[in-house]
Structures are given as structure tokens and as C-alpha cells.
């Protein structure tokens, strides 16, 4: 793996060996080793455009306990606020030796630019681009349901997801539908008609408007953020009406089967896609999906950069 | 009828062989440790590991009490990380008790050149101080890069470099047997 710019570039091998190596690693975390030798040595930066917190923290604490060498780069601060571009950050990260960029943009498509262009000799790892994808966000949720609904092996043949909410402008709904499909499950959007993506219907999954009718028979419910300045932009009436019709309750959350669990990637808006007493309920893993994010994304940077330079 | 001819290499010990070695390896370490209580054995995956499982029971039979067995995956403190892509990591299993103040053997399958060995020492150190470290392994073929030697050996095996031992478990390879192949 020389890099990780979306959730297509994984074939099921591929995300499979992420999945494991994930596992291992959270096992040692678990077993007490806090620190890991694989990346010493090595540099990662953290070159963020887009603020983030979890996402950002994840990598940083990835990328550390398995003794990288970590910069962080906010565009904030930084010489980009002055007009630096793509380019010539690249360059500049180029010539401090970077062996790999973890980038955050709210122009989709940056990573692959960054990768392709030939500026930078490292590997670039997305982390989340625009309204496009968000690889390790998919591989982190993938790693939650196979641990609460496959017994932490194998894959997800078979799974019922469900994923809800803002899908048109969603990169962990985009990639969550690929990776998902990788391994096997089966996957469900559910969203206003203003909030699906144009060439939806191409897309490897069902869609439908009716959150009512997709609960029973799904194994897993994934809520996506409603972001605040989608709520004034006419997408639909009004945020009552959205958490009415699209919204997780108890209610609702109580005619899902017994083992089907609740995921968010976070941050939440509570009380609007998701109700605050199913947020803090036993069924949500919200939290686990959290602690998994460093595991996977220390997988992802271990295969990145645990071995020869010629993957 | 000489075993240069043969491209799967010829079989060195049989399953017989194999639990003969192991069976003797208990004695030898039930004696040498005069059973000890806070003994743990820990394998090094994939085969070391089957191995401690197996050497665990024995000796359980012999002293009558259950010896805790765990394994420690050496992957990621291996010195030649940077000679192939991405290793896939194995799993590593730490007993209840810990390896804090215990008398740990390390096993494995085949002892070469050190080198896993001391990535097992290091990985070790990550979880505690033991009180004792010793190492037992099932074919010691000699061609050591570092200091390092094995306190309790099931066959010494002297090979050449362009040959390779090949362990098989039952557990892992559906056979017992060690042997030697050449390597093309």
C-alpha cells in the first residue's frame, strides 16, 4: 500500500490485512505496551486544511505510539493563510523529508493531486476530502461491526447497514459504501431526496427516503452529522421536521433487533439526527468507534510505512 | 537414492521424533527449573507458539500443576523490517499473571541466526521484568549472527546456509515433521 486516497483502492485482501493488523495492534494497546518500535525513525505529517479534531488527534496518537516522528500542519497559523499553495507546502514538506502526508481539504480531490503530481516521494493517506471520501473513517466503522457483529474475524459478509442522513454531502457515506461492499455487506442509504447525490442510483446499494420502513433487518444503523449550514440552505423545511422524519429516537431505536447496534462518526448533533438518550444508550458505539479509529489508522500507517520503500 | 534429488527436501525427525524431543525437553526443563511455580512459557509465533502449548502440558503432567503459557509476536522489533513490504502481525497472548518476577522460557521452533530472538527479548521487555529468561527450542541449525544460545535444544541439526529447515505442526500444517530443503 503506497497510498490511501479512497476506499476503492482497498481490494478485499487489502482490507482485510487493514482489519487484522488493526486487531493485533488494539490488542497490544490493550495488553499494556504503549508505545511500538515499527515507524522509528519515520515522519509523518499531519497537514490539515479543514479543522478537525478527533480525526486529527487519531492520526497524531497513531502515528506516535508507533514512535513516528509526527509534524502537524494547520492551514491555520500557517503560511497558507498568507497564500502558500498546494504545491509549494508539498515541496517545502518534500524537502523536510516526509515519509508520509496524512491531508485534510475541503477541495475533493487534494489527496489524489497530492500523490499524483509528483512533488512529494512519500505516501499521502486521505483524511477526508471535500464532499468526496474519508478512507480510514469507513475502515474504523468496518472494524466496530465486524467486532460487535462478526466476532472480530473475517469479513462482513451479509451485514445489513444502514447509513442515514446527509448523504450528498457525506465522504463517510461514500466511502463507507464502497469498503462495505468490499467485504460483502449490504448496504442502505436513507435520505431526503435533496440530500442524495446525483448518479446515486449507480451506486452498489439501496435508497430509500423511509427510515421508518429500513429499521427492521438492519444489523447496524450509521447516523451522519447534519452539518449547520446544510440547515438553512433549503435542503429540507426545517430541522424539526428533519429529526421527525430522519432522526434516531428511542422509539425508533427500539424496533431495531436485538443485536443491531448504533454508530455516528462523530461530531454529533444531538438532538437532531440522533436523540441524546440513544447516543448514551447501550446499543451505541460511538465512543468504541473512537478508540478504533487509532488502531486502524496505526494499521493503515504500519502497512504505509512498516516495510521497504518499493510496495 | 540421495536426498539432493528430492525437491521437497528429506524428512530429518517424524512425529515420533518430534514428541520424543518434546517430552525430553519437559524433563529437562522441570529439573533445571526444579519446579518452579512462577514458570510461563512463551512461544513465538507461528509454530513456537504451538510448540509452548505443547511443552506447557507436558510438563503440567509431569509437576501436576497447570503452567501458563503465552505468545509474543516479534514482528515489529525485528531488525530487517525495512528488507520486505509490511509484515502481517501475529498475535500476542500475555498470561493472567503477567511475565513480571516470572521464570519465562521463550520457545520456538527453529533457532538460526538469533536475530528473532532478540526481537523477542525486546518485545518481552515491553511487558515487564522478568526475574529469569530462558529459551528452548525444538532444532537448533547452528549459523548464529549474535550472542545468543539456547538452554534447552531438541536436536541440534547442523545444516548449510543454502539449506532450510521447514517445521511442520499439526496445528498449523496438518503434519509433524521436521525437514531439510534446499533452497532453489
Known amino acids: 500500500m503506497k497510498h490511501l486516497l479512497s476506499a476503492a483502492d482497498l481490494s478485499y485482501e487489502d482490507a482485510i490485512s487493514v482489519l487484522d493488523t488493526a486487531k493485533q495492534l488494539a490488542s497490544a494497546t490493550e495488553q499494556g505496551v504503549g508505545k511500538l518500535p515499527p515507524l522509528r525513525g519515520r515522519t509523518v505529517v499531519n497537514l490539515f486544511y479543514e479543522d478537525s479534531t478527533r480525526t486529527r488527534i487519531s492520526f497524531e496518537a497513531a502515528a506516535k505510539r508507533l514512535s513516528a516522528d509526527v509534524i502537524n500542519f494547520s492551514a491555520k497559523g500557517s503560511s497558507v493563510s498568507k497564500g502558500e499553495s498546494l504545491k509549494d507546502t508539498a515541496l517545502t514538506l518534500e524537502a523536510m523529508g516526509a515519509d508520509a502526508v496524512v491531508i485534510r481539504h475541503n477541495s475533493s480531490g487534494a489527496p489524489h493531486r497530492l500523490a499524483n503530481a509528483g512533488w512529494i516521494s512519500g505516501g499521502v493517506v486521505n483524511a477526508g476530502d471535500g464532499t468526496h471520501e474519508h478512507p480510514t473513517q469507513a475502515l474504523l466503522d468496518a472494524y466496530t461491526l465486524r467486532n460487535h457483529l462478526r466476532g472480530g474475524e473475517g469479513d462482513l459478509k451479509d451485514v445489513n447497514v444502514t447509513i442515514v442522513g446527509d448523504v450528498l454531502h457525506s465522504r463517510v457515506a461514500r466511502s463507507n459504501v464502497l469498503l462495505l461492499n468490499t467485504l460483502g455487506a449490504k448496504v442502505r442509504l436513507v435520505s431526503p431526496p435533496t440530500l442524495l447525490p446525483y448518479g446515486v442510483e449507480d451506486w452498489d446499494c439501496e435508497v430509500s427516503y423511509d427510515l421508518d420502513a429500513s429499521l427492521e433487518g438492519s444489523d447496524a444503523v450509521m447516523m451522519l452529522r447534519v452539518q449547520r449550514e446544510r440547515m438553512n440552505a433549503a435542503y429540507f423545511p426545517n430541522s424539526h421536521e428533519y429529526s421527525n422524519r430522519y432522526g434516531l429516537n428511542v422509539t425508533r431505536m427500539n424496533r431495531l433487533s436485538e443485536t443491531a447496534i448504533v454508530m455516528h462518526p462523530g461530531p454529533m448533533n444531538r438532538g437532531m439526527e440522533i436523540s441524546a438518550d440513544v447516543a448514551d444508550s447501550q446499543r451505541s458505539v460511538i465512543v468504541e468507534q473512537v478508540a478504533n479509529g487509532v488502531s486502524v489508522r496505526m494499521a493503515v500507517l504500519y502497512l504505509m510505512l512498516g516495510g521497504s520503500e518499493s510496495m | ?184
Do not use: C
Request: net charge negative; no cysteine; proline share 5%.
Open chain 2, 1 to 184: 537414492m540421495t536426498h539432493d534429488f528430492e525437491p521437497q527436501g528429506h524428512t530429518v525427525l517424524d512425529s515420533s521424533d518430534i514428541s520424543r524431543a518434546l517430552t525430553r525437553l519437559a524433563h529437562e526443563i522441570v529439573e533445571r527449573t526444579q519446579g518452579a511455580s512462577n514458570l510461563t512459557l512463551m512461544g513465538i509465533p507461528t509454530r513456537g507458539a504451538f510448540l509452548a502449548t505443547r511443552l506447557g502440558q507436558k510438563i503440567s503432567e509431569i509437576q501436576g500443576n497447570p503452567i501458563s503459557v503465552g505468545a509474543i509476536d516479534i514482528t515489529m522489533y525485528r531488525d530487517d523490517l525495512r528488507s520486505r513490504p509490511a509484515r502481517a502481525l501475529l498475535p500476542t497472548t500475555i498470561p493472567p499473571e503477567g511475565i513480571e518476577g516470572r521464570l519465562v522460557i521463550l520457545v520456538d521452533d527453529v533457532l538460526f541466526s538469533g536475530r528473532t530472538i532478540r526481537a523477542a527479548l525486546d518485545a518481552l521487555s515491553e511487558h515487564g521484568r522478568p526475574e529469569l529468561v530462558q529459551l528452548a527450542v525444538l532444532v537448533d541449525r547452528g549459523h548464529r549472527e549474535l550472542p545468543i544460545r539456547a538452554d534447552y535444544v531438541g536436536k541440534n541439526l547442523p545444516t548449510s546456509r543454502t539449506e532450510k529447515v521447514q517445521v511442520n505442526l499439526v496445528e498449523h500444517d496438518g503434519i509433524d515433521e521436521v525437514r531439510i530443503v534446499r533452497e532453489s
